[in-house]
């Protein structure tokens, strides 16, 4: 298999565009992806100390890629990385890009000191599930959206 692993870094803007658009395809969420952020968003995004872009590639072509954030903890000097969002096209699944993806980002959580890697998965995402199952520790848990701006807030 011809697999690269990278992380991008703010030059690499178009790989970064690359990336949204395959989590479009491969979330079915091409509306959501459709208007993706501005190249100057993007640059301070990759150029931030909490954000990292992992891609996977194939001959040049996004074929994957995780986003994910470092999130620095208040009661120790450490910090904890979350999975925000994974994905692999459809034609390049059951491969090992997941995993490859993750242990890359292992590699930089382990640069930056963090101690930790979470991620969430949707109950009934039997191939996340799976996964994330081989590689760590499950816990039960319960997800809330809280609306910054809503006209239901009961204050």
Known sequence: MNLSIQQIVPEDIALMEALLATFGEAFDEME???NPPSADYLRQLLDSDYFIAIAALKE??????LTAYELKKFEQER???YIYDLAVAAAHRRQGIATALIQRLKEVAAACGAYLIFVQADIGDDPAIKLYTKLGVSEDVLHFDIAVNSDNDNA
Request: aromatic share 8%; net charge negative; proline share 0%.
């Open 32 to 34: 959501t992806y459709r």
């Open 60 to 65: 040049g072509e996004v074929v994957g890629g």
């Open 79 to 81: 910090s904890e990385i």
